[in-house]
């Protein structure tokens, strides 16, 4: 209704000449189209960190509430416990999914896997963007290769999507609580490179991701042994990354073929090569931190993971096999980092976000806090306030963080809608891949690492679950202030939180430029329409009509687009409201 008041209220005109010189431009259906895909994607983001912010405050009610009303721990809240070490079932796959890897084919040389095929290996993710591989090897752990994290060692920022389910069930996807690179981990060298990812929320028994097994420790399979490896790294060097998970079959080499293929670069105590000297199957970028396995035979074979993907010389080089971290030599450290006491770490920063700290230490020196007080006597009171000060530093500094990192990914985000796009001119990336020293260990040629690039706004978690804050609020001081607080929150993030996901999409119907209005920054007024689901807007913006001003003029359309909407709707909730 007030739509089609304002509608007529604003001069629409259409494409008009004034001697036979065009007065306005439409911007082509192409663009339209552009700008609706990006719109849709801020659209995901603006409600992934609504339902992030939702979330966290919610949690931090149930934490609460927790501490008030004594044990009995949720399941969210599962990564302040210890990750049980108890040998559940491992490696197990799906019956008929153990046959379908062939010896050859051509991740490089490998072929499709059947969905649900390798249901331990997850993809890891720096915002939205897949950068590598890693395998579940318990309910809460992730393994993978350290170099992942070079230069992007924030967890807050990283995500683990599942497996997917063999009827292409849609992979979960987990926030990072902790990453645990290898104290040892050389990037000049990839000595060591592995690293443990604890995930926030424990893998649900009911979903389809299994953990593999771990090696019992050394010894290794013998040389020749066909193992497996699996991943969406890329076809070929330099080549595009894989759509769907690609397997492959390649066999263990001895460490003397390794030394000789691969020269002083390979480091035999914690590397082992695996592949064909004859080249064309192989791991490749974007393969790094998946799984190499090798199946225990028995009556119910169990795929046990020996290597982790590290790096290789090329990929698919006839006499460069692929190098993978030896898990077997590192047994003792995943065990030790798996079973540690909540309090001999200290708490991470998503810890400490969902935390809703008390003034004064806790009496029994419990809690998130305790690794600080580790040291303190047990009647030093002045130590644990001191102890409990230092945490709550470090909490602040972790707000700064996740402040600073939302910040910059709200600007990044900018930035990729200036990325390639039909009838948008590519902009070149700001280079983000560590110095060459970096990627080029001492004593042979480069080894290929993907780099974290193209950060996305911080908080772009998918909620999967919305835990509602419930229980006594009585004798729980400040809860009715996180209550109220938490409504708040809701209401201000209603107009997205409660968009149905069908109508998740924004669609620019018009864009009306004004070419008589060019300012001095090569921008031309315009009139701009969209539509979101059942709802349209129309409002004033800028807009470019050249490739590059066009790009430059997006990410304030979008933003103003987001705020026409939100506006629209809190309008129309006051209008209806009781
Ligand atoms: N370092 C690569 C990555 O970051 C993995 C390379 C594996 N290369 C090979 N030829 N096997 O994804």
Redesign the pocket.
């Known amino acids: 209704m007030l739509l089609a008041v304002l509608l007529l209220l604003l001069p629409m005109p259409g494409l008009r000449t004034a001697h036979g010189h065009p007065l306005y431009m439409r911007l082509p259906p192409s663009t339209l189209q552009v700008l609706s895909a990006q719109g849709t994607q801020v659209l995901q983001a603006a409600r992934r960190n609504a339902q992030w912010a939702v979330m966290s405050l919610a949690m931090e009610i149930q934490h609460r509430l927790h501490g008030c009303q004594g044990p009995g721990h949720p399941r969210h809240l599962a990564s302040f416990l210890q990750e049980p070490s108890e040998p559940g079932p491992c490696g197990e796959r799906l019956p008929g999914a153990a046959n379908v890897t062939r010896a050859h084919g051509r991740i490089v040389g490998g072929s499709a896997a059947p969905p649900g095929a390798w249901p331990w290996l997850v993809r890891l993710r720096l915002g939205r963007q897949p950068l590598?591989g890693g395998v579940l090897v318990a309910a809460s752990w992730v393994l993978t290769?350290a170099?992942c994290f070079v230069g992007a060692s924030n967890e807050l920022l990283w995500t683990v999507a599942l497996a997917e389910g063999p009827r292409g069930e849609q992979a979960e996807e987990v926030p990072v609580n902790r990453i645990l690179p290898h104290p040892k981990f050389d990037p000049q060298t990839f000595h060591n490179d592995l690293a443990l990812v604890q995930l926030w929320t424990p893998v649900s028994p009911a979903g389809p991701a299994r953990p593999v097994c771990l090696p019992r420790g050394p010894p290794e399979p013998p040389a020749g042994t066909p193992c497996s490896i699996a991943g969406w790294?890329a076809l070929f060097e330099d080549g595009p990354e894989a759509e769907a998970v690609r397997e492959a079959r390649v066999p263990l080499l001895s460490e003397d073929t390794c030394r000789r293929a691969l020269g002083p670069g390979l480091r035999p105590s914690s590397m082992l090569c695996a592949g064909y000297l004859a080249g064309g199957v192989?791991?490749?970028?974007?393969?790094?931190g998946g799984p190499l396995t090798c199946s225990e035979p028995g009556p119910r074979p169990r795929e046990v993971l020996f290597g982790v993907?590290?790096?290789?010389?090329?990929?698919?080089e006839p006499g460069k096999p692929?190098?993978y971290t030896r898990v077997a030599v590192f047994k003792d450290w995943l065990q030790e980092q798996m079973t540690a006491a909540a309090a001999a770490r200290e708490p991470s920063c998503r810890e400490l976000l969902a935390w809703a700290a008390p003034a004064e230490p806790p009496a029994d020196g419990a809690g998130l806090c305790a690794f600080y007080a580790r040291r303190c006597p047990r009647s030093d009171g002045a130590c644990a306030r001191r102890a409990h000060q230092q945490c709550l530093q470090r909490r602040r500094r972790c707000e700064l963080r996740s402040l600073a990192h939302t910040l910059l990914g709200l600007l990044r985000g900018a930035q990729d809608l200036l990325g390639p796009r039909p009838g948008l001119r590519r902009r070149a990336p700001a280079s983000s891949r560590p110095a060459r020293a970096l990627r080029e260990p001492a004593g042979h040629s480069a080894?290929?690492?993907?780099t974290p690039s193209g950060l996305r706004a911080a908080g772009e978690t998918s909620a999967k679950q919305r835990p509602e804050p419930r229980g006594d609020t009585k004798d729980c001081p400040g809860m009715k202030a996180l209550q109220q607080r938490l409504a708040a929150l809701q209401r201000a993030h209603a107009w997205v939180l409660q968009l149905p996901s069908e109508h998740l999409a924004m669609n620019f119907h018009e864009v009306l430029a004004d070419l008589g209005s060019k300012t001095l920054t090569g921008l031309f007024r315009a009139w701009v329409q969209a539509g979101l689901g059942d709802r349209r807007v129309v409002f004033p913006g800028l807009v470019g009509l050249e490739p590059a001003t066009l790009a430059r003029s997006l990410p304030r359309l979008l933003v103003q687009a987001l705020q026409a909407f939100r506006s629209a709707a809190l309008a129309e909730g006051e209008l209806e409201g009781p």
């Open positions: 590598c290769a170099h790294g192989d791991s490749c970028q974007g393969d790094s993907t590290s790096w290789g010389d090329g990929c698919g692929g190098v080894r290929e690492q993907r």
